[in-house]
């Protein structure tokens, strides 16, 4: 089992930056590939970023590529996620997630419960 608890998220201007965590608990932290997911009103949950279990190779779709970076803290039990030149469609409640294995294949095994993410125009 892996606990996760997301936190980081509020209010911000278009433009804006945040940046969200992800606590980890349970299961090792640093053996385990994890993701960061949103999903607005309305829509279907969206991938954002992946990270292998060392941190060495990071995957993102073109969407959020050069804006959003993902990173991790092995020794912290902690999962990051950079956001940069926030814009209103980017408002989301956002997700963390753990996969089985070392690298980000199929859909994560665990989720957080998410962290609610506005962005003001």
């Known amino acids: 089992q892996v606990q996760l608890v997301e936190s980081g998220g509020g209010l911000v201007q278009a433009g804006g930056s945040l940046r969200l965590s992800c606590a980890a608990s349970?299961?090792?932290?640093?053996?385990?590939?994890m993701g960061w997911f949103r999903q607005a009103p309305g829509k279907e949950r969206e991938w954002l970023a992946a990270?292998?279990?060392?941190?060495?190779?990071?995957y993102y779709p073109d969407s959020v590529k050069g804006r959003f970076t993902i990173s991790r803290d092995n020794a912290r039990n902690t999962l990051y996620l950079q956001m940069n030149s926030l814009k209103p469609e980017d408002t989301a409640v956002y997700y963390c997630a753990a996969y089985g294995g070392p690298f980000p294949k199929q859909t994560p095994d665990y989720w957080g419960q998410g962290t609610q993410v506005t962005v003001s125009s």
């Open positions: 349970g299961r090792a932290f640093s053996s385990v590939a």
């Open positions: 990270i292998s279990s060392t941190g060495r190779n990071t």
